[in-house]
């Protein structure tokens, strides 16, 4: 069970670093607020490279684990990627928030390359692909870390 987590932890990253890639090449570093105050939130540096962070330290953490078979570490391993996630949702929650707000009708849509948050520029299948290896990879670290599947 654990090297099954441990892959899909993988393939989750590549994800997230794809994704990662498209959001500070389109400045989502430099990105500033919305005009208005009732205008959707952006994915904010510290939110974004926080999921970054945790996820690639209990991805390091879960690498020890499955090296020194650690029940402490699964565990911590765990812990993380259940605070990972719910930066994850908080994104996605974000992300899907902005889709709708900018969703252009025939009349609307404009002939050159959209514009707007650097996130918006995410394909589908990758956000999509990234949260269900996520969710998968949060329910194989728990059945690890109870010990199913040793």
């Known amino acids: ?5 441990l892959i899909t932890w993988v393939l989750t990253a590549g994800g997230g670093f794809v994704m990662l890639a498209i959001w500070l090449g389109n400045g989502g570093m430099e990105q500033s607020s919305p005009a208005s105050a009732g205008a959707n939130p952006l994915v904010r540096p510290p939110l974004i490279l926080g999921h970054f962070g945790l996820a ?3 991805l390091v953490l879960w690498i ?5 078979d650690s029940d402490a570490l699964a565990w911590i391993a765990f812990a993380l990627l259940l605070v990972v996630a719910l930066l994850g949702f908080t994104m996605l929650g974000i992300w ?3 889709r709708s707000a900018s969703r252009p009708t025939a009349e609307t849509a404009p002939a050159t ?3 707007g948050p650097a996130e ?3 394909p589908v299948a990758i956000v999509g692909a990234h949260g269900v290896l996520a969710a998968t990879t949060l329910v194989l670290v728990f059945l690890a870390a109870i010990g199913i599947g040793s």
């Open 1 to 5: 069970m654990e090297w099954a987590a």
């Open 56 to 58: 690639a330290t209990g």
């Open 120 to 122: 918006q520029r995410f």
């Open 113 to 115: 390359a959209p514009s």
């Open 64 to 68: 020890i684990y499955v090296a020194s």
């Open 96 to 98: 899907l928030r902005q």
